[in-house]
Structures are given as C-alpha cells and as structure tokens.
C-alpha cells in the first residue's frame, strides 16, 4: 500500500511557474513508477508526466520542454516542475504511482486527492 499527498497548488498568471510535491508513504519499494496526471471536469484525465526507478523520464507532448518530473527518494517525495504556464494547464493534478511499470493511461494502482493548479491570462 502506497499513500499520496499532493501539495503546491494554486493560482498563478500565465508564464508563471510553480512546483507540485507528492508525499509518499506505506510501501515506496513497491513503486516502479510515479507520474503526473491532470484532469479538468468533463474531460478525461490526461497524463502528464512520468517517472520510473531508473530516473527514466517521459512527458506528454503538450508540457514537453515546460514541465520536469523528479524525485527525492530520501525523502519519498514526487516532484513536478511546471514552467511556462498557460491557461490550458489549468487542471486538477494528481500524482499517482505503479507496481508494475509506467503507463500513459490511469491505470495506476495508487492515487493522491489531487491538488489544483488555475492558470489565469
């Protein structure tokens, strides 16, 4: 069992940057992968971001060169570094984490409550 706590979420103008955590717990050994994902009411949740035991990373085409993904293992705590922002980032954020290997769909085995990220013009 792994628990997730998303946190750094807000509101900032587009161009802004801002930087979400996700605090891990229970079982961390048992992640294979951590990513990011987003979803906006109505809409189907997208992924964001992905990060697998390697430090292998992988990012949606859309926050490609904006966003980084990284880790502090010696603090069980996900990263997610958003540069640039645009109004159509605006979403629900969640990070979520895997037993088993890293997916562009959210099909993962843990998820946090979501933090909300509003991008403004």
């Known amino acids: 069992q792994v628990q997730l706590v998303e946190s750094g979420g807000g509101s900032v103008q587009a161009g802004g940057s801002l930087r979400l955590s996700c605090a891990a717990s229970?079982?961390?050994?048992?992640?294979?992968?951590m990513g990011w994902f987003r979803q906006v009411p109505g809409k189907e949740r997208e992924w964001v971001a992905s990060?697998?035991?390697?430090?292998?990373?992988m990012y949606a085409d859309s926050v490609k060169g904006r966003f980084t993904i990284s880790r502090d293992n010696a603090k069980h705590t996900l990263y997610l570094q958003m540069n640039s922002l645009s109004p159509e980032d605006t979403a629900m954020y969640y990070c979520a984490a895997d037993r088993t290997k890293c997916s562009l769909l959210p099909r993962y085995n843990y998820w946090g409550q979501g933090t909300q990220v509003t991008v403004s013009s």
């Open positions: 229970g079982d961390t050994r048992s992640s294979s992968c």
């Open positions: 990060i697998d035991k390697t430090d292998s990373t």
